[in-house]
């Protein structure tokens, strides 16, 4: 499909830059697909809190969220080569060894396989809050890989004690990274290491939320996908057939899919909290709908035509244009359908992308909430 069927207008003043206090007096949009009208713009809206979600789902319905934890992915380092120094940031993408991280490198010209960076640095130790790396591999678009001279639980320490948030760039480009954006910038539920991004619809939950989901007898269940920063980029390729996906690993326990497996055969529904957790899901689940244990890397890529085979609704936050979210949300419930939901948005002053507003979706074919 063409690109630019996914563009719209965003004013900047939409772009939100810190997220609702508390987290779940953001605003919901309720978006329906109306009836027949996949083709054109049009939308069964509502507007809502993320606060009125327990009356907006059934009892026995289950949520899934990402429990992953987003590490300060984000480090500013200084290469030397003899006594020549730079300056160069990175943003670390994916973990490929024990002491290896790929990363985008800001400017990256200034960089060559060999060179030596170090990170937090007055002479101090590892412990201390300094780190070195060598550039052991130089890609394409500002990717290189960088071989720690730390590994394992010290190399994690390390890049704790150096790094920053990795602040999505349409915010990090206004406004630096800040000891708030540690808590906020993670869910509640956080457990697993290894994301570079958060999974932003997930940043609503409060344990008050989580509370009045279980009064009403909502299930909540857990997988993990290490988000990595391509999730968020716009596609660049004129046609969506030649754009490619960075792969990021994920899980889902045997439990948890038992548990899903059991929410469906009893008739309740699936709801992904967030793109990420829907990503995860389908790719695990099978052309039957059922959902297996797994482990692994996805690159799934998901665009209008693909047929949904584990979740029934998804929570997620609004997206930046062309990207693959925006892809994804229309695949679900519609390209006229979001187009309308987006224009509504827009007009009604809703806040986008990380630290954003939330919408609830359902497909053409959903039936509405008792």
Known sequence: ??????????????????????????????????????????????????????????????????????????????????????????NLTKQVGDSSWRAFARPAKRLEVGDRVHFGHSGESCFLGA????????????????????????????????????????????????DRDRQSYQTVYAKNDGAVAAPTAGLHFTPELFAALDARGISRHFVTLHVGPGTFLPVKADDTSEHKMHSEWGEISAETAAALNETRARGGRIVAVGTTSLRVLESAAGDDGRIPAWSGDTSIFITPGYRFKAIDALMTNFHLPRSTLFMLVAAFSGLGTMRAAYGHAIHSGYRFYSYGDASLLFPADAEPST
């Open 1 to 90: 499909m063409r690109t630019d069927l996914f563009d719209f207008e965003l004013p900047d003043s939409a772009i939100a830059l810190r997220p609702a206090e508390p987290r779940d007096s953001a605003r919901l949009l309720v978006v329906h697909p109306v009836k027949g009208g996949c083709a054109r713009d049009d939308a069964d809206l509502s507007d809502k809190t993320v606060r009125d979600l327990p009356g907006l789902l059934n009892p026995g319905d289950a949520l899934v969220f990402n429990d992953t934890r987003v590490i300060p992915a984000a480090l500013s380092g200084v290469r030397t080569r003899g006594d020549v120094q730079a300056k160069v940031d990175f």
């Open 131 to 178: 780190i070195d790396a060598t550039v052991s591999a130089k890609g394409e678009a500002g990717e290189v890989e960088l071989a720690f001279d730390y590994a394992g639980s010290v190399l994690d320490d390390a890049i704790r004690a150096v790094g920053v948030m990795p602040l999505p760039p349409y915010i990090a480009l206004k406004r630096g990274a800040d």
